[in-house]
């Protein structure tokens, strides 16, 4: 993987984009790892643990985001801890 520490800003970046609509509806995410295979995990927190909307969140808005601002990240999962 590129040089790691980039992917790892543009994540954050990422997701700090992201951050103000989900805290309008009372959500918010915590990146959690970037494997070594490329997969971004996030912990969803407050009302984005039950969305029904969270999958788009992922899919459509943070990784399509990191996709084009970071081509070596492949898939976002959300994890539970």
């Known amino acids: 993987m590129k040089n790691k520490e980039q992917t790892l800003y543009k994540i954050e970046q990422a997701i700090e ?9 009372g959500g918010d995410m915590e990146f959690i790892e ?3 295979s490329g997969i971004v995990k996030v912990k969803l927190l407050g ?22 601002a970071a081509p070596e990240v492949l898939k976002v999962e959300a994890v539970e801890e």
């Open 17 to 25: 984009q992201l951050r103000p609509f989900m805290h309008e509806d």
């Open 34 to 36: 970037l494997t070594d």
């Open 47 to 68: 009302s984005c643990v039950d969305c029904s909307m969270s999958h788009m969140t992922l899919r459509v808005g943070l990784e399509e985001a990191l996709k084009v």
